[in-house]
């Protein structure tokens, strides 16, 4: 009997090959949408979750009032395992950024150099009790030893390819120049993803007897907050979180006794299983709401195919009510009659299931901005996709199937022989859902095309828009070693003052506006209540207001000096110092003389266009790691020119590292990563969904025509002109377009306001948006229903009323 009824499915697809084409692509597109937004959230959901206690595993944070760190003063971390009680495992995560190392050539005095190690860690041997490796070589008690560094095999092939792991033992590397480090272990990547996985281990004993790393590390002080210093904990079974919180306070207030505190920070646990979602503390953190989002999409693209699927079934009932007439009449059941409707719907999806996978590589680079590096296809959990795919397709054949069944089963047999249909109930409900679920869809069309355009502005205005300060022209690199080599980073300063298509150069630390944000605590002299301030902080020579052309307003640019410092201020911070006017601002000092406020630099933007302008200060240092160059504006076609003279300096002072420099205005543009991400994915969410949503329009205009063929026939035969058929044709359906356009204004309108409120500095939604959007809209489903309606009525009457 099954093989009968899918027998009878084949047949009427192979009638029906346009509407079964319609059917399978549409649901097809939503099928591998949904498949790549699966595969997406099954990747980010995946991280730290194959840690044995992982119920247990904590990361320690810290949290001030206007600020939250992913990690904590490292000196904390050294004292925990002593004087907390409750933790049964400390993991320390140490880390210095763009630092390169070094690998010895054989039979040469020369090195191979790798720059920014971002991969690298400082650690001891419980990280790997934490989680476990496949060793190669070694083991993880080396670990203990100062000046040892366990490799996975990924840099075990980068930086020793023609050795095996066990020839790697006793190799060397050179860490930041001059600290010599010998290869004890060699392990396999990390199987399983972690945002603590790294390429390299070197053991944290090391620190302490270098003083070029206590220093750069601030291994004694406590009111040192980075990042780079973090720290994994393992409670012991029963521990309340609160318990080890309590504890940490206790201890960072009795060391910081000896020392300053003008920070207000707590120190927090975070759950593990909240560090890859959490954007406070975890700059690359996946938000939560990203990933519901992309579900609620994938299920929107999934319901249009099954939308298609319904309308298009339902359009056909008028020609189906016979076949279902003469099958009742001859016995069938209506449990028989809607199992072979089922069946036939089933053969629709698993065809349309089996192109999806197709269409897979293309949708994975459609999403491509949310897609990260570690989810290829490759390294896809195959069982999983072939079970999702099952689920999905048994779910897509009962909703896409289970009302065109009802209604294709309800026509009572005397009424579909004698061609009575008006007085079926059934033929009119599945008309006015047909008309309702296509409205739907063109709603969803219409407020993702808003979107985008809402969308695409604000990232536009946000690029160009004024941020108080030069940024077109303007070239930043970092110099090796950070601080510690600030002295060769003033001589390279020198020899690129000779290069006369420099128009000016500064060396310091940060930008104006950059990927991050750096503050100082001070004491403000003339504070009547002696209570610290908080400021943005930048510091370099006395040419930074030169490279980024910053307007004075009162006062003077500063000096260097080596006993004391003058810095500059901008508006904003005058109400935070309770200082009535510029003029009055100067002379002003913080920390009992040490600086003295001598300059007030108009106010500028120091982040994305989500922020407002925040008090500053710039103070002058002869020390930095940061290059600020600004070339000639006026003739772009010297930038490569002066670029290539600035690589050949750099080398002669650093000759062992790569020159790499960035432009300014790209990393201003990369504040807007995610809102980039968020345009592409709607673009493809527009592309997606008019596309479905014109494939179903498509195949409600031919059963239109067909519908009323001789209708056609008869009106041109009466003198009506092609145009009026037309009119005629596409009246209904353009309606139902219109009426979805004006639903979709209000809806669009609010999420793009709610969306608009995260930025302080925003292109208002103007009315034009609405409306080019909607004419944008009515175009396409002209152009899709013309190509069908046009022909119909360009037929030859004749040849439709020729059985009459």
């Given amino acids: 009997m099954i093989k009968i009824f899918f027998k009878t499915a084949l047949r009427y697809i192979q009638k029906n090959k346009l509407i079964t084409t319609i059917n399978i692509v549409s649901l097809a597109i939503g099928i591998s949408a949904t498949l790549v937004i699966f595969l997406l959230v099954q990747y980010n959901y995946s991280f730290d979750k194959h840690l044995k206690h992982g119920d247990r595993t904590f990361r320690l944070v810290s949290e001030g009032d206007n600020f939250k ?10 004292t925990l395992q002593d004087e907390a009680t409750g933790i049964e495992t400390v993991v ?4 210095f950024p763009n630092i390169s190392i070094k690998i010895p050539k054989e039979k040469s005095v020369d090195f191979m150099v790798f720059s920014k190690q971002n ?59 001059s600290i010599a480090f010998q290869v004890s272990g060699v392990v396999q990547p990390m199987p399983r993803n972690s945002d603590f996985a790294f390429n390299s281990f070197a053991s944290s004993a090391t620190i302490p007897i270098y003083p070029s790393l206590t220093d750069l590390s601030n291994w004694d002080q406590w009111n040192s907050y980075s990042d780079s210093y973090q720290c994994l904990v393992v409670l012991t079974a029963g521990t309340k979180p609160a318990k080890v919180e309590a504890d940490l306070s206790l201890i960072v207030s009795n060391h910081k006794k000896e020392q300053t505190d003008v920070w207000n920070v707590h120190s927090k646990l975070q759950p593990i299983a909240d560090v890859h979602f959490n954007a406070a503390f975890n700059y690359q953190a996946v938000s939560s709401a990203t990933l519901r989002n992309l579900i609620i999409l994938a299920l929107f693209l999934l319901s249009l195919g099954a939308i298609n699927f319904v309308n298009l079934s339902t359009a056909q009932s008028i020609e189906r009510a016979k076949e279902i007439g003469i099958r009742k009449t001859l016995g069938s059941s209506k449990f028989m009659l809607s199992f072979q409707f089922l069946a036939e719907t089933a053969v629709i999806s698993f065809l349309a299931t089996l192109l999806s996978i197709v269409l897979l590589p293309i949708l994975l680079h459609a999403f491509e901005g949310f897609v990260p590096e570690g989810l290829t296809l490759e390294r896809a959990p195959l069982q999983f996709i072939a079970v999702f795919l099952t689920a999905l397709w048994i779910i897509v054949t009962i909703i896409a199937g289970s009302y065109p069944a009802w209604i294709l089963t309800g ?81 390279l300063k020198t020899k690129l003052q000779a290069i006369p298509e420099i128009k000016a150069i500064s060396f310091g630390n940060q930008s104006p506006a950059f990927s991050g944000w750096m503050s100082s605590t001070m004491n403000y002299d003339q504070s009547t209540d002696n209570k610290p301030v908080t400021l943005d902080a930048r510091n370099g020579d006395d040419h930074y207001l030169d490279v980024y052309q910053i307007p004075l307003i009162a006062g003077r640019n500063i000096r260097l000096l080596d006993s004391t410092k003058e810095a500059l201020i901008n508006e904003k911070a005058l109400t935070l110092l309770n200082v009535a006017s510029p003029a009055e601002a100067i002379g002003k000092t913080f920390n009992n003389g040490e600086t003295t406020i001598v300059g007030i630099m108009k106010d500028f933007d120091l982040a994305s266009a989500r922020f407002d302008i925040r008090p500053l200060i710039y103070w002058g240092n002869k020390d930095g790691y940061v290059m600020h160059i600004a070339l000639d504006q006026q003739h772009p076609e010297n930038w490569k020119i002066a670029l290539d003279k600035v690589a050949i300096v750099y080398k002669s002072v650093f000759p062992d590292d790569e020159f790499e420099y960035t432009f300014l205005d790209d990393t201003i543009a990369g504040f807007y990563k995610k809102e980039r991400q968020l345009s592409q994915l709607l673009r493809w969410a527009v592309s997606l969904s008019v596309l479905i949503a014109g494939l179903g329009l498509f195949g409600l205009a031919i059963f239109t025509a067909n519908q009323r063929t001789k209708e056609i026939g008869i009106r041109k035969v009466l003198g009506a002109s092609v145009l009026q058929i037309l009119m005629l044709l596409l009246k209904n359906l353009l309606s139902l377009v219109g009426i979805a356009c004006l639903v ?10 709610k969306w608009l409120a995260d930025f302080v500095y925003r292109a208002p939604i103007h009315w034009s948006i609405f409306a080019l959007s909607a004419l944008g809209l009515l175009f396409v489903a002209t152009a899709v229903l013309l190509s069908k309606t046009y022909f119909s009525a360009r037929a030859n009457p004749v040849d439709s009323l020729r059985d009459e």
């Fill in 744 to 753: 979709a204004f209000p809806i669009a309108w609010y999420f793009m306001h």
């Fill in 69 to 78: 760190f992913g990690g904590v003063p490292l000196p904390l971390i050294r």
């Fill in 92 to 95: 320390p995560l140490y880390k």
């Fill in 411 to 491: 026509y009572v047999p005397i009424l579909a022989l004698k061609n009575q249909f008006s007085k079926n109930s059934n033929l009119s409900r599945s008309s006015w859902l047909r008309k309702s679920l296509t409205v739907f869809q063109f709603i969803l069309a219409q407020v993702f095309l808003i979107c985008v355009v809402v969308v695409t502005r604000q990232i536009q205005y946000a690029v160009q828009k004024d941020m108080g300060f030069r940024k077109d022209a303007i070239v930043n690199f970092y110099i090796p070693g950070n601080y510690s080599n600030s002295t060769q980073g003033n001589i």
């Fill in 119 to 177: 991969r690298l860690v400082f650690t001891t041997r419980h990280y790997f009790d934490l989680y476990t490796h496949h060793w190669l070589a070694g083991n993880a008690a080396s670990l203990d030893k100062p000046n040892t560094i366990v490799l996975t095999e990924t840099d075990l092939n980068r930086f020793f390819p023609n050795y095996s792991p066990e020839d790697a033992i006793g190799k060397t590397i050179i860490f930041a120049d």
